[in-house]
């Protein structure tokens, strides 16, 4: 292999001495602010290197467009993230096996163990995602909290993945680890239960699949902070405006920026200062921007690359990555056109064959199949025509024609050969463009289009083909396709896109401008009939200055040119919706370095400096709460304990200057609040709330929660399964008889669950595996009954608790139990990491059930859970003036789930909330404070704004 070797103490401890020398493939950066699992490449991408996956292990490749691809990785403290970009002309998902159809496998080997494997095991893993699916196959894999996102792309398909390092190696990752790895892309193009081919980055071939020993080495290294990132226009991307003005985020250090710019890849890779080789742009400039000089060439593709330079005395040079993106084109193909014709056409072969692309392949290159084409009886009495109508009017460039194409139309003739060609606005009045001889066919299935009509720039929304002549004497008339080019006079690509959602409204939207403008109105307004001009810019942006939060608003652009024969081109009229809420705080800047003050401590003040019994964090890092998060990757643990003086708990964050929280209409205060459920709480009612944490009921041993009574002999027991909280899609809660205490007993267990629907689980011996047989497409709200006859266990679910259905297992499942068992509710949340709760009614028992409710952990320490307390929320101004606001719910710290607080401003009277300086966030009342309990709340995503209107 041709990694480069470095002393891997040095990288981790930067100390100069003795080590031992490791080579490696790749290096993997770190990233701070993770992208998006969602298939797409966002800007952070950037950062880190791309690798090819193109050596052929099995089968056949025909072409890269056939089967290849590239990816990239990063990583945190937590994940492993991947990106792989698929190249197959032909997707298929036919098998229940992932790896016989298109799909892409990850390969894992914790610690470079290089082992010899046969089979995986230990931390060597193999993950395999099938294009279009959602499931994760593979072998010795871990998908506990594994995510992916997968899109199709204009050359296959691309698949973004997302890897907890605890799954992956059960421990957290360090700088200068080494990691084995690969990448594998399966290709089928014909179905069924085989490949055609397989390609990998590394592995030399198809039985290294399961050879750690074959897969590349990457080193884990700091992101490069140094270097320019997040391109824009994003690496890769087409279609650029010929005025793109290039744009990066500048390295951490950076003092200037070297601007390297050309069309060709080596000469913008390889020159520098001493050899600039003729692309080193802008030397030493201080705006991270570059506007190249003029407008780009059509069609041409052009790479970047910017070298960031530090400050004096260093004045170090960090080479950037080569960037690259494709410039716009001249003219474009006109989409959803209707073709019509006055000629008999043949069954199946009627004038839309000549639109819709059907016989091409993508080297443009039409079949000889006759079902690919339109084929007609000439007209009686007039001239035949083809007539042709496009969405809307627009400055036509070309006509490309492909003619007749059957295999034996050298002999046949029915391609057109003379034509007259008109034109149209409103399809009434026709100007003449003139007559024309298409070429014809060449009856192979290479024929790419040999006639190429120029339209000069007309207005039209309508053209129409008049046959005069066709290349034989049959009577029969036939073309293949055609394909109407456009000058682009509309403006197009609207930023945000069409239809986006949570919109800033302070957004500044933008557009490509059409071909020709001098000027640009915009129209605007949240009524789409009714657009009112709001602004007239010269350039391609505008910021509108009335959007509000919460609201859906439609906007156009007229391009407008005076000197031009049509003055003004009117684009598509695009929507946009706001956000609700911009954030306050999403908790997601805090890290652990409390020497720099970025703690979460750091900025929400608790109980240690205002003598309150709030806790804001975790006394050891990560001081955040990772895992219990309403979105991002971050939340705030407020610990409670009111128990003691001053009977509250209470933490509070002071703006660096004061805050306007009344801009784009705002009219409300959110914030979101999850709390823990007691551990076990019985109401005068009979209705039960249970939490638990716990891997699971399952397998030879389980963790959960308990809450049983004695039975003895004979009974049953039902219940109403109210709410599960879905800590994940396999928590359970249900009712359960059973032997022992022990967490391998025997057990019968009927429980529903968030997403798979109600089980009925069972252990028939202490220690060994556990079975199941599932009813589908249930949820709470559901009953569930058990009942033990003997040892005859059986098991039942119902809608209504009146209507039982039977669980049915053949032959009836028999469980040899002693006389006094347990029996009552079991929960567990199946991710010791997240509580969950639930919350159960209507619980009834039959046979000799004696005893209280009794309350135990079975297999692992469970959470004691909240006592229940109220919220309060308080804001203060730059007069001093507070206000506090509580929440409706006395029992606040008890509910679970993340529920979103509202707090409209009218309950915030007499504070200026255009000048807001602190915020408090509390336990217990602040104003008449009384003894209470102790608990935890986390607080998340604290925003301003207004809720959008009910539909």
């Known amino acids: 292999m041709c990694g480069r070797t470095i002393c891997l103490l040095a990288l981790i401890l930067g100390l100069v001495g003795s080590a031992v020398a490791q080579s490696w493939d790749m290096e993997i950066p770190s990233v701070n602010k993770p992208p998006v699992i969602d298939g797409e490449i966002d800007p952070i991408w950037s950062i880190a290197s791309v690798h090819y996956i193109s050596t052929t292990i099995d089968g056949t490749v025909t072409s890269p467009e056939d089967c290849s691809g590239s990816w990239r990785a990063m990583w945190d403290g937590e994940y492993l993230y991947v990106i792989v970009d698929v190249n197959d002309d032909i997707l298929i998902n036919d098998s229940g096996s992932a790896y016989l159809d298109d799909s892409v496998e990850f390969y894992f080997d914790g610690g470079n163990t290089k082992g010899p494997g046969s089979p995986l095991a230990g931390n060597s893993r193999q993950y395999t995602f099938g294009w279009n699916a959602t499931d994760i196959q593979g072998t ?40 084995g790895i690969d990448v594998f892309i399966n290709d089928d193009d014909d179905g069924g239960d085989s490949r055609e081919a397989q390609v990998s980055t590394f592995a030399g071939s198809n039985a290294d699949w ?12 700091k992101g490069s902070s140094e270097k320019a990132s997040a391109p824009n226009p994003a690496d890769g991307a087409t279609d650029v405006s010929r005025e793109v003005i290039l744009e990066w985020s500048p390295g951490e250090f950076a003092h200037t920026h070297d601007v390297y710019f050309g069309t060709v890849f080596e000469d913008v890779s390889n020159a520098d200062r001493a050899n600039p080789m003729g692309v080193l742009v802008s030397q030493g400039q201080s705006a991270a921007t570059y506007d190249p000089p003029g407008r780009l060439d059509y069609d041409q593709t052009y790479y970047w690359r910017i070298d960031e330079v ?14 690259t993106f494709t410039a716009e084109s001249f003219a474009y193909p006109i989409r959803g056109i209707i073709a019509t014709s006055n000629a008999v056409s043949e069954e199946g072969a009627g004038p839309e064959k000549t639109i819709d692309g059907s016989g091409l392949n993508e080297q443009d290159q039409h079949s000889v199949a006759a079902v690919d084409m339109w084929l007609g009886d000439a007209a009686v009495g007039e001239p035949t025509w083809v007539q042709y109508e496009f969405p809307r009017t627009h400055k036509l460039h070309q006509m490309l024609v492909w003619n007749y194409n059957v295999q034996f139309e050298l002999i046949l003739g029915f391609g057109l050969k003379d034509v007259a060609i008109e034109y149209s606005e409103d399809g009434v009045d026709w100007t003449a463009l003139g007559d024309f001889e298409f070429a014809r066919g060449t009856a192979r299935a290479t024929y790419a289009a040999n006639t190429t009509i120029d339209f000069g720039g007309v207005a039209a929304r309508h053209v129409r083909l008049t046959v005069k002549s066709g290349h034989g004497m049959t009577g029969q008339y036939g073309l293949s396709e055609v394909r109407f080019l456009h000058i682009p006079t509309y403006a197009q690509n609207p930023r945000p896109a069409d239809g986006a959602t949570e919109v800033a409204p302070d957004v500044a939207l933008g557009w490509q401008a059409g071909r020709e403008a001098v000027s640009h109105e915009v129209h605007l307004g949240a009524d789409e009939e009714s657009l009112a001009l709001v602004g007239t810019v010269s350039q391609s942006s505008f910021t509108p200055s009335n959007l509000e939060f919460g609201n859906t608003y439609y906007w156009k652009v007229v391009e407008v040119n005076e000197a031009e024969a049509i003055p003004t081109w009117e684009s598509e009229t695009w929507r946009l919706t706001t956000q609700e809420f911009a954030l306050i705080d999403g908790f997601e800047t805090y890290t652990d370095d409390v020497d720099a003050g970025e703690a979460i401590f750091d900025t929400w003040l608790d109980g240690w400096v205002n003598n309150t019994g709030s806790t804001v964090g975790y006394l050891e890092a990560p001081f955040a709460e990772k895992t219990i998060v309403h979105s991002g990757r971050q939340s705030m643990p407020l610990h409670y304990d009111n128990s003691q003086s001053p009977w509250y708990s209470e933490t509070v964050r002071e703006f660096e200057t004061a805050r306007n929280w009344t801009v784009h209409g705002a009219d409300t205060l959110v914030l979101y609040v999850r709390g823990n459920a007691p551990a076990f709480i019985e109401d005068a009612q009979g209705n039960v709330v249970i939490s638990a944490i716990g891997n699971d009921i399952w397998d030879s041993a389980d963790q959960f929660r308990f809450v049983y009574k004695s039975l003895s002999g004979n009974g049953s027991i039902v219940a109403r399964v109210d709410s599960l909280e879905r800590s994940n899609e396999w928590a359970k809660a249900g009712v359960m008889i059973r032997e022992t205490l022990e967490p391998g007993s025997k057990h019968a267990f009927v429980c529903v669950t968030p997403d798979n629907g109600i089980s009925f689980q069972r252990r028939p011996v202490a220690g060994q595996a556990s079975a199941n047989t599932d009813a589908a497409g249930l949820a709470a709200p559901y009953w569930v009954k058990l009942t033990r006859t003997g040892n005859t266990f059986t098991a039942q679910h119902s809608a209504d608790g009146a209507t039982w259905v039977d669980i049915t297992v053949s032959p009836a499942m028999e469980i040899q139990m002693a006389n006094n068992v347990h029996i009552g509710l079991a929960l567990t949340s199946h991710d010791t990491a997240i509580p969950t709760s639930a919350e159960f009614s209507g619980i009834a028992t039959t046979g000799n059930v004696t005893g209280s409710w009794q309350v135990a952990g079975i297999g692992v320490t469970q959470p004691v859970g909240n006592a229940p307390e109220s919220l309060y929320v308080a804001v203060e101004d730059a007069t001093g003036s507070i206000k506090v606001v509580k929440d409706p719910s006395p029992a606040a710290t008890a509910r679970t789930g993340w529920n979103q607080w509202q707090i409209p401003f009218s309950d915030l009277t007499g504070v200026n909330l255009s000048r807001v300086t602190k915020m408090y966030i509390g336990v217990g009342d602040r104003n008449a404070p009384t003894a209470g309990g102790t608990g935890v709340v986390y607080i998340d995503d604290i925003g301003y704004g207004r809720p959008a209107a009910a539909e």
């Open 210 to 221: 399961q050879i750690p020993a074959s897969w590349g080495t990457a080193v884990l290294v």
């Open 310 to 323: 530090n400050a004096p005395p260093s004045n170090a040079i960090h080479k950037g990555e080569v960037w």
């Open 140 to 179: 010795n894999t871990n998908v506990e909290g594994v995510e992916h996102a997968q899109v199709n792309t204009d050359t296959g398909w691309r698949i973004e993945m997302r890897f907890p390092w605890m799954s992956l190696q059960g421990s957290a990752p360090a700088m200068g680890d080494l990691i």
